[in-house]
Nanobody
Framework: QVQLVESGGGLVQPGGSLRLSCAASGFSFSTYAMDWFRQTPGKEREFVAHISNDGSNTIYADSVKGRFTISRDNAKNTVYLQMNSLKPQDTAVYYC????????????WGQGTQVTVSS
């Protein structure tokens, strides 16, 4: 069956770094664009970053531009989110999704991984 499994979350101090991974299985990973989203309690889910199916195109939310980097390894069916210079406002559950950024339609979602930025 289709699975997207995020990992790499945890507790980090402000200014620190984390790398999230999202391992995909059960579908044709290399044909899908992949996105990262995040959500905090009481707020709507927020777009974070997008990467095209071949990795040639990336898009970032203004709030993370210059600090986060999305990448993918189609041989490993995995997408990554490198997060540097983390801020307390980056605290959220982070989700990966496979789908169509420009259509705002996503076929598959992961279960999420918690990122907490706190001293």
């Amino acid at each position: 069956q289709v699975q997207l499994v995020e990992s790499g979350g945890g507790l980090v101090q402000p200014g620190g770094s984390l790398r999230l991974s999202c391992a995909a299985s059960g579908f044709s990973f290399s044909t899908y664009a992949m996105d990262w989203f995040r959500q905090t309690p009481g707020k709507e889910r927020e777009f974070v970053a997008h990467i095209s199916n071949d990795g040639s195109n990336t898009i970032y939310a203004d709030s993370v531009k210059g600090r986060f980097t999305i990448s993918r390894d189609n041989a490993k069916n995995t997408v990554y989110l490198q997060m540097n210079s983390l801020k307390p406002q980056d605290t959220a559950v982070y989700y990966c999704a496979a789908g169509y950024y420009y259509a705002a339609r996503y076929d598959y979602w992961g279960q999420g991984t918690q990122v907490t930025v706190s001293s």
